[in-house]
């Protein structure tokens, strides 16, 4: 409501909705092309999407439409059972989004690491770049002025001037420019018929049986979670920029309701764009959900009121401004060799695993799940470092001198990292016939560790020697007294 009481942050909104409509469109058309159906099945996801979202979603202007990765995952669906499935798969996905938020799946994002959420930003930009070099690839020399022509006026216009956004300048220049000169370059409307027709609302045609769940429910599954991640973690990236707090369960539901109504209005199903949302939120200073909603209505306007009029803007314009949202989505400041050189080996590590994996496998779920695995295996192996067992000089003696008790003193984080080497701190043969291991200073984390204890203790025990655990937190204690002498630690 805010922007309606403001003309300025009024027009902010229009301008930005109305330039991230533009951008929309030849992405659309080019994920549809991926996924091997007419480009009306991405332009329509798109305006339903954004339309929905802007309505039911968490995090207000950021962008859902269709995407790269969800026609990737879909694609093979659509090639061996036809389009009805794809429709199916997307509402079904729709309902699975819902059901996972509604169970708490946005709370896992805390356990993605901060190298992991760089180097997903990092591995989109460098995707997004690449997405562009087909159109740079065998077209008229006139292509790559243009290009540069389009970056220098977003690079330069910004220090001018911010009244009006500098992709849509760029996109108004190089199509008068085209236009006026009779240029001979790639077009919007070279990369496929617009449609000319609004979407209208239908029940897929398929058999409402078992074997149509079976054949649709991997693909909605793999849809669900690929669109939840890249969504929730694109939410995250808009909070930084903006230094707000978005409700993640909420924006879990709404991609689920927005995919859910897109399937019955022909849509190929979607997720939060990295790109648009950056020039929505970052390049054109858009923060309320009427950016996102009149992107998807503008995109409907442009392709059915003005569609001869979108056909004939230059591809070499919408190039330039994805090379704009490419550097301004990539983090300079991580790869810089002044940060390099301070990070820790294993943050750059789990960064580039990351990128590696995202940029090899164009899906970004691969590139998380390979970011987070890393991740957990470099923090395992550098805490289990950190638990240190510290034999404790001991005054009680037995009447002819000999020392009667051995104290040992552990301490640090135990788990099935830190435990595993915990059996070989002890001297068994030379330890007397009373040993206390004294846990005060750690604490029990798993199974692992009370196996490791009971190992310890049974070992002593087959040397005729006793074993005193004293010390342990409550937790520490309840977890030991619940799992010892049943893990089968006899050796």
Not at 171 to 181: D, P, Y
Request: charged residues 15%; hydrophobic residues 55%; negative net charge.
């Amino acid at each position: 409501m805010g922007a309606l009481r403001s003309p300025k942050r009024l027009k902010t909104e229009v301008l930005a909705g109305l330039v991230v409509a533009l951008a929309l469109i030849p992405e659309a058309i080019a994920f549809s092309i991926i996924l091997g159906v007419d480009p009306q099945v991405g332009l329509f996801a798109s305006f339903t999407m954004a339309v929905v979202i802007a309505i039911t979603g968490g995090r207000p202007a950021m962008i859902t439409a269709a995407t790269g990765a969800i026609a990737l995952v879909l694609a093979p669906l659509v090639r061996d059972h036809g389009i009805d499935y794809l429709f199916a798969a997307v509402i079904l996905g729709g309902l699975l989004q819902i059901a996972l938020s509604l169970f708490g799946v946005a709370r896992l994002m805390r356990f993605i690491p901060r190298s992991v959420m760089i180097g997903f930003v990092n591995a989109l930009a460098i995707l997004i770049f690449m997405s562009q070099i087909t159109h740079l690839v065998d077209v008229p020399m006139l292509v790559y002025p243009l290009v540069a022509l389009g970056l220098v006026i977003m690079f330069v216009l910004p220090r001018i001037t911010t009244i009006v956004p500098a992709p849509l300048v760029a996109i108004v220049i190089l199509t008068a420019i085209t236009v006026t000169f009779a240029l001979v370059v790639p077009e919007v409307g070279d990369e496929g018929e617009l449609p000319s027709s609004m979407p209208f609302f239908f029940i897929p045609d398929v058999p409402f049986n078992l074997e149509t769940l079976q054949i649709i429910a991997p693909f909605a599954l793999a849809m669900a979670l690929v669109g939840l991640i890249e969504s929730l973690l694109t939410a995250k990236i808009v909070d930084d920029i903006t230094d707000t707090h978005s409700d993640k369960t909420r924006e879990g539901i709404g991609q689920g309701s927005a995919n859910f109504v897109t399937g019955f209005f022909g849509g190929m199903g979607g997720c939060a764009m990295i790109g648009q949302t950056i020039i929505n939120v970052k390049v054109s200073g858009a923060r309320t959900r009427i950016s996102t909603f009149l992107a998807g209505v503008f995109l409907l306007a442009l392709i059915l009121g003005l569609g001869d009029l979108v056909a004939i803007i230059p591809m070499a314009a919408l190039v330039a401004v994805m090379i704009m949202v490419s550097y301004s989505t990539m983090d300079w400041h991580s790869v810089a060799p002044s940060t390099l050189r301070r990070m820790p080996p294993a943050e750059t590590m789990v960064m580039v695993v990351t990128v590696a994996v995202t940029v090899f496998t164009h899906n970004l779920a691969y590139g998380v799940i390979a970011g987070v695995v890393t991740a957990m295996v470099m923090f395992a192996r550098r805490v289990a470092h950190f638990v240190s067992v510290e034999k404790v000089t001991e005054t009680d003696t037995t009447k002819d001198g000999h020392i009667d008790t051995r104290i040992y003193k552990v301490t640090g984080e135990l788990f099935f990292a830190s435990s595993n080497d915990l059996v070989y701190q002890f001297d068994y043969s030379g330890d007397p016939e009373n040993v206390v291991i004294d846990m005060t200073y750690s604490h029990i984390w798993d199974a692992s560790t009370v196996a490791a204890l009971d190992a310890i203790t049974n070992k002593y025990r087959l040397r005729g020697k006793k074993v005193t655990i004293v010390g342990l937190n409550e937790a520490s204690r309840q977890r030991h007294d619940r799992l010892s002498g049943q893990l089968g630690a006899d050796h």
